[in-house]
Every structure is written in C-alpha cells, then in structure tokens.
C-alpha cells in the first residue's frame, strides 16, 4: 500500500469507525459486531503506524489512552462557567416563576432537564474538530484535561452536519453505576480506598495523570449548554435539538413547558422514575427557553437568574446515636458531628453525620443513645434531621453542650446572632492553625502543589511550621528526614511553594483566610482597594462602599488588621514574595471613553482580545444589545445580537473599521 492508497483507506476507516460509534454509545443503535468494530479499528491503527504522518488528532485511534503523563495547565474559560440556584421548596420554584414572569410581563417557556451527578466539562471546538476540554476550575479558570476526555466515547472528536467554526458546549462527565462497582469492586480485591459515590469516582478518574487508566474506567459524558447559543439559534431547545444533529450525546429526558406547573409535572415524575436510571441524577434543571428572555432577565455575580434547579428530596435512613464529637474549624468555629451504628444511606455505608450547632441539638432534642433519622441531600457528610422520641429510652437526659475548646481548652463564645460557638483563641488552638494552612494551600487560593492535608499535619506536628508564612522558610535538609518525603517529593514540594508566589493579589487576600471573606469577595475587595497598602488605610465606612461588603465582613476585615501578630505574617509573607498589589490595568489612550461596545459573531482573534483592546482605550463592553450600546462589533454569523442592532438602529462595524477608531 503506497502513501495515496493509505490516505484515502484512513479517510475512509475514519468515516465508518466515527459512524459506528455514534450508533453505538449515542444512539445505542449498534449495527455490527464487536469483532467487526475491533478488526476496522485494528486496521487504521496498522495504516497510522505505518505511516505516521497519517496520524490526526480526531482519529478514532487516538481515544485509547497513552501511558505519557503529563501535569494540567489550567485555561481562563471564554465564558465563565457560573453556578446554579437551587431549593429543595415547590413554594420556591413557584416564586421563581413569580420573579421571572414579573421581570419579563410575560410567561416563558421552561426547559427542563435532569440534573446530572457529576463532573462540569466544557469542550471546545474549532472547524467540528475538538481543540480543548476544560474543567470548571473556579468558574473563571479551570484544568485542561483534554487527553483524559478524549477516552470517553460519546464524546465526539469531530462534528456532523455544520456546526460553528468556533463552537464551546457544556456538560457533566459521569460514572454511570455499573461503572462505578466494578471499579470499587476492583478497588476492594486490591485492597485500595473505596470511592463514596459515583461523582467522587468521575471528578477523581477526570484527573488522573495516565490517559490510559481513564480510558478503563467507562465515563460518560450528556452535554447540555452551549455559551453563545444565542449566537445561532432563538431558543435553548433549538440549541439542544442542533447539538444532537451535530454528534453529541444530549439527554433524551428534556421536555419543553409552557408553564411552572407542567414543570412541577417532570419534576414529580423523575423523583420517582430516577431510581431506574443507570446514572445517578439528584434534580431537575429549570431554564427560561428564549435567549432574548434569558438576556432580559441576567445574571447575579455567581448565577444566572434564567435558570435554576430543584434538588430531590435526600433519602433517609434510621439509626442509633453512639456518641458526639466536636471538631474545630479554621475559624475556630464548633462544629458537634454524631457518630452513628454504621447505617446504608444513598448507596453508602454512613458512620457520622452532622449536628450543625447547639440550637439544632436542643431544636430536636437529641440525646445520647436516641434512634435518629439521618439523610444525605448533597453534602458529604450526612446530617441529623430527626428522632424517632418513641424509640427513647427511659431516664435518657438532655445533651450537654460543651463550654470549652475540645482542643485547647479555651472558653467557647458565641456571638450575638451567631448559630456557632467558637473557639477565640486563633493564634494557639491547633486545629485552627493546621486549618489556616490548609486553607492557605488551596486551589482556589495558592495552589500549592505536593502539599496536601496530611504533609500539613506532619510539618505543624513536627515543629517546622507554626503559621502559613513558615512554609516559605523551609529547606530541603528540614523536610527529607521526614516519613514519605523522599527527593522527589520534596524537591516537587518546594517547587510548588516557589512557584505559589506568582499568585495574584485576589487569591493571597482570600488565602489569609479572614472570616466571612470568601472568594468572590476577595476579588471585589481587591479589585476595589487595589494593594495590600491601601487596603489597610481604608476605614469601615469606605470598606462598606464596596461591593458585597457588608458591616460584618468590614467588621472582620478590621479586626483581622487590628492584630499585630496576624500583621507580623504578613510581613513576612511579603518579605518571601507574595503578591500584595493587584495588576496594574493597562490604559492605553481614551480613544473609545465613554463608548459601549457588544461583540458578536467569529472575529480573527479571541473575543477576550478585543474586550482587553476596548477597555485599554476607555470603552466599556456589554453581552447585550440596547439602545445605549453604540457599536456593535461583527464578525461572521452575527446571530440575534446583529438583529436586534439593526433593529435599533446601532452601528455596526467590522475588525477594519474597530481598527481605524483606535487610528491602528
């Protein structure tokens, strides 16, 4: 076989193998034998060794994973990947409904779809072809884990019909539960760790460094969003019918509602017909179905306020309550957790669930020796939600809250309109050290790689930290006398700290970890103060002018600074490098000041490039047209936004015309 024979018989083993599998793992329609699929398969993979430069990244041969592993790089997401709303409550989907139809004077259409238990993904593709697939992160950035998802195989390498050049679509990655026993089942013969549940097991195997063993392990992927759907289609629904047409597994479980109530029809009908699934689903996601209504009614810092999802009512089990353990929080914050006879909930064995605080303990009135009801609705650690007080036994008493630290004996507070106890002394309670540390270390906050949870305890254990500025101090001759710290280790330990100190000023301001300052505020009070320098100067009253700031979280913010000693780790977590200003934002000129520009369509570059352009000399962008906006820039397949500027009478422009307003 010569070089032109091979290429036009790998062409066309491509076409059949790619037709094959999507009759197989999409449609469930197989129409040969294994041994047939197996003996095309083997025939391509002969061609491509052959002749290596027949080799392309779509080819069915390349879902087999390599045995090459290689670190993730994490990707800035095109489209935030935000979270949903959720309730437990029909009476608060019904005031969703309420708001939504309020906003819009009108009823929307819903589209409903099972709320899948998994891992988030988003893929993108360019030309049909798949480039990337990114994990959701921290919803702004996230893991490339594109081998990894290359093994899953209703997820197709190449696209059908005509979709974008430029396309990204959304979905959830997961273990399907025939899956997931026989790789507990395989884990138990070796003697490994059992996974929880099906979701643990999809979000752990997604992040395995050996492409090779995913492929093993039989993830499955629906996808169920596509970011600027509204690019290309009027509706959601149309959207989900397309990306079908295009190759990609979409759930057949959708139905469209023209109101809340037939919604609330799907809803009672999957509570129930669920079990029989051979995947696990926890809710039903609610979406507004028109784009332009979804635009209308937008979004919160964190989720849209189109779409939202009702959570199934937690199964629950009856057991006996042993006895109560109080762990302490980084925070300092008490937390009572029952230990329990060991009782199946869910699919899993439970031994101890929360009692949250002491309210919740004298609310139900539980005591020692109680039978107790206990659920599992999303959390990992189960909760105590009743007692069956017919099961009491004679004589029981009331439960007695501690008053002191279980760790360091300090007398417990509670502050006035606060559901915890807690322990106030930060600076010597173990627990909220090696908490603060953990924290610290976090991927959402330094990321620090080769340091988890356990080398924290050693290290505190061992003398060699006392507070997170000390992990910066520390040497390789410390670290390699100590149990599991071979070179390797130590030398990637040490990397990781190094490495940490090019963390953005948000990230370091969040890793302090002061109380009540999460993330998302952590960015706007960063965004907002600027630098470290500054945000010391700023008073309460100029705090509370920030966004998400309230009287507590400023009260916080101040006390935090008040303490010398927690100033005396910042300075020497500034003295070791750590990023204490934000990045200076580059201001190129006020050629476009005080102009709003949308963005549409496929452009010669990034859409974030020229978003970056545009307010590097002064304008503002917008995701929506309107009568204020006063460009609309466009690329190929404008869509609605295009429409809706021509309706209003915006202009218009290309790259060529973009290019002359800022005289490039």
């Known amino acids: 076989m010569n070089i032109k024979e091979a290429t036009q018989r790998a062409a066309r083993l491509r076409e059949i193998i790619d037709g094959h599998n999507h009759r197989y793992y999409v449609l469930n329609q197989p129409v040969i034998s294994d041994f047939e699929y197996d003996v095309l398969l083997q025939e391509l993979i002969g061609i491509e060794r052959k002749f290596p430069q027949l080799q392309q990244p779509d080819s069915p041969t390349q879902r087999v994973g390599s045995d090459l592993t290689e670190a993730f790089v994490q990707v800035k997401h095109k489209y935030p990947m935000m979270s949903l709303g959720n ?17 819009l004077d009108a009823a929307p259409q819903y589209v409903c779809e099972l709320k899948f238990d998994g891992s988030a993904i988003s893929l993108i593709y360019n ?25 899953i195989r209703t997820i197709p390498l ?58 093993s392990r039989n993830l499955d992927c629906f996808l169920y969003y596509l970011p600027a759907g509204d690019e290309h289609f009027r509706t959601h629904y149309e959207s989900l019918q397309a990306a079908k047409e295009w190759g990609f597994q979409v759930s057949e479980h959708i139905k469209l509602c023209n109101s809340m109530q037939e919604a609330l029809a799907f809803i009672h009908h999957w509570d129930t017909a669920r079990k029989a699934l051979p995947y696990a689903t926890d809710g039903v996601v609610i979406k507004v179905n028109e784009y332009a209504q979804q635009r209308r009614l937008g979004m919160t810092a964190k989720s849209p306020r189109w779409a939202t999802s009702f959570k199934f009512k937690a199964e629950q089990a009856v057991t006996s309550l042993l006895s109560v353990d109080f762990q302490v ?18 699919g899993t064995t439970v031994k101890r669930a929360s009692l949250h605080n002491a309210d919740q303990i004298v609310l139900l009135d539980i005591r020692l020796g109680d039978t107790v009801i206990i659920e599992k609705g999303g959390e990992i650690i189960p909760k105590v939600v009743d007692v069956d007080r017919s099961q009491r036994t004679a004589g029981s008493q009331p439960f007695a809250y501690i008053t002191q630290c279980p760790a360091c ?14 322990c106030p002394n930060d600076t010597g309670c173990p627990p909220q050290i090696i908490g603060r540390i953990e924290h610290f270390i976090t991927r959402k906050a330094m990321n620090i790689e080769g340091l988890g949870s356990e080398t924290v305890e050693l290290l505190y254990h061992k003398g060699l930290i006392r507070h997170v500025a000390d992990l910066y101090h520390l040497h390789k001759a410390q670290l390699l006398p100590l149990a599991r710290m071979g070179e390797k280790s130590v030398d990637n330990l040490l990397k990781g700290i190094e490495q940490s100190k090019k963390t953005p000023f948000a990230r370091v301001l969040f890793a302090l970890g002061i109380r009540y300052v999460g993330e998302t505020t952590a960015k706007k009070i960063a965004d907002a103060a600027g630098s470290l320098d500054r945000l010391l100067q700023l008073s309460e009253d100029e705090l509370l002018l920030i966004d998400e700031v309230g009287d507590r979280i400023a009260g916080s913010i101040r006390d935090y600074f008040a303490k010398p000693e927690n100033m005396a ?85 290309d790259e060529n015309h973009f290019n002359s307003l800022l005289n490039l």
Request: avoid cysteine; charge should be negative; proline fraction near 4%.
């Open 569 to 653: 780790i910042i300075e020497d977590l500034r003295a070791s490098g750590l990023q204490f200003e934000a990045e200076a934002k580059v201001q190129l000129s006020n050629a476009l000041a005080g102009k709003s520009f949308v963005i549409t369509g496929t452009l010669s570059r990034p859409r974030d490039e020229f978003k970056a352009l545009i307010e590097q000399h002064g304008g503002a962008v917008s995701s929506a047209v309107s009568a204020n906006t006063n460009y609309l820039l466009a690329g190929d397949k404008g869509g609605s936004k295009l429409q809706k500027a021509e309706k209003l009478g915006v202009q218009i422009i």
């Open 127 to 151: 030309k049909g072809v798949l480039t990337q697939a990114v994990t959701r992160g921290d919803g702004e950035r996230g893991d490339d884990v594109s081998a990894n998802v290359r093994t």
């Open 409 to 422: 004996n300090a007398a417990l507070k509670r502050d006035d309109g606060e559901a915890k106890h807690y």
């Open 87 to 103: 309730t437990y409550s029909e009476m608060e989907l019904l005031e969703f409904d309420r708001r939504v139809q309020k906003t």
């Open 329 to 346: 929080g980084r925070t300092g914050a008490i937390t009572p957790v029952a230990n329990l006879e060991p009782v199946l909930l869910a």
């Open 158 to 215: 190449r696209l059908r019909g005509n979709p974008p050049d430029e396309l990204e679509i959304r979905g959830e990655i997961f273990m399907p539960f025939a899956a997931f026993d026989a790789l507990n089942k395989q884990r138990f013969e070796e003697e490994e760790p059992l996974f929880a549940n099906p979701r643990n097991a999809a979000a752990g195997t997604l992040k395995l460094l050996d492409a090779s063993v995913v492929d």
